[in-house]
């Protein structure tokens, strides 16, 4: 009898110690960085959380090409902690590009693979392939500005590639910054035909509230420019909830979120049309799940949720329209995002691609 128990308990060692990974979950696992100037090298970077219950444990981290140079924690990351892994891409050969990063970790007994591609351009004439975005003489990259995923406490950055297409030297500068930005631009001046970077640093110290905050700022396009809706740039900001003072029994039964589908696609819409589609949000965990915070992020969308705390087990249904009256009025990519009590999807984002009949 004492060598059955025995056996038993070895084999319940086992187990237990077979549940027990760390698991690397990354933000994004494909990035699309669109066009790249040639001979700029572009920093990309893989944002994860261990959302396993042992540390992870990064030992090596390998680019498909000596053009890609790669950083990534050399600690242990305890389980659930975020890190990040950088990867420089030299763009010294002009033409598509399709890069993978392979990391190598405990969590995994093959490598686990992020990619990201891109065309590398020589385009300096008028920069409209690097630089999509025109305010007036002046073209950016980017349109808006995005700081998902912060914790309180930390200062991340945010970096807008400007060029200067007028006739004349231009000082690029962002109007109406709120408290809780900076921003600084390198150089300080561009010449004619020239291009740098505005980067915006944020302290979370100084957010109102945790969950969405929304801003405005707007872009100089000359010196004494006013603020207009043609040069504003919106701002979202998403503070995660603090889940620091969880105790052990919560962290063991927490709630966890799925939805049914996190990219909605509305194609080819008349310009007074209103086509609605359903996601399903789905508590798969052991606690009741809320939702504590919803914005939807621009006003060609509107959203309806049916409850905002489920049960283990229970579902809603979120209806999302799409008004595309509405669609040449707005910036920005819409999407929905959700602030839930999920410590492993603190922020879900369901994205939507839209476009207009001709």
């Known amino acids: 009898m004492k060598r059955i128990l025995f056996i038993i308990s070895i084999l319940i060692s086992v187990v237990s110690a077979a549940q027990a990974q760390p698991k690397i979950t990354f933000e994004h696992e ?94 300096v004439k008028n920069y409209s392939f690097t630089h999509p975005y025109a305010f007036g003489a002046i073209r950016l990259d980017k349109e808006e500005i995005e700081f998902d995923n912060v914790n309180r406490g930390e200062n991340p950055e945010f970096v807008i590639n400007v060029a200067n297409n007028s006739s004349k030297s231009y000082t690029p500068v962002l109007m109406h910054l709120p408290p809780y930005l900076s921003a600084k631009a390198a150089p300080e001046t561009l010449g004619r035909g020239k291009n740098g970077t505005i980067t915006v640093t944020l302290d979370s110290k100084k957010l ?15 010196p004494g420019d006013k603020v207009s809706d043609e040069n504003e740039i919106p701002v979202s900001v998403i503070l995660l909830p603090d889940f620091s003072k969880m105790t052990a029994l919560e962290k063991k039964n927490p709630p966890i979120i799925a939805v049914s589908n996190k990219n909605l696609e509305f194609l080819n819409l008349k310009h007074n049309q209103k086509k ?18 919803m914005q939807v992020f621009n006003i060609a969308l509107a959203v309806n949720l049916d409850k905002t705390v489920l049960k283990p087990g229970e579902s809603a249904k979120m209806k999302i329209t799409v008004l595309a009256k509405n669609l040449a009025r707005v910036k920005g990519t819409p999407r929905v995002l959700m602030i839930t009590n999920d410590p492993n999807n603190p922020a879900v984002t369901i994205r939507v691609k839209t476009t207009l009949k001709k």
């Open 208 to 222: 109102p509230k945790l969950g969405i905050t929304r801003a405005s700022v707007y872009l100089a396009r000359y």
């Open 276 to 293: 609605s589609q359903e996601v399903i949000i789905t508590n798969t965990g052991k606690s009741d799940l809320q939702i504590k915070d």
């Open 30 to 123: 494909i990035q699309e960085l669109g066009y790249v100037l040639w001979r700029n090298p572009t920093t990309i970077t893989f944002n994860f959380t261990n959302t396993g219950n042992k540390p992870l444990v990064i030992s090596n981290v390998t680019s498909s090409c000596g053009c890609t140079e790669v950083k990534w924690p050399k600690k242990p990351i305890a389980a659930g902690d975020k890190g990040v892994i950088t990867a420089v891409f030299d763009a010294e050969a002009i033409g598509h590009f399709y890069k993978e990063i392979g990391v190598y970790c405990n969590a995994s007994s093959m490598p686990v693979y992020v990619e990201f591609n891109g065309e590398v351009t020589a385009d």
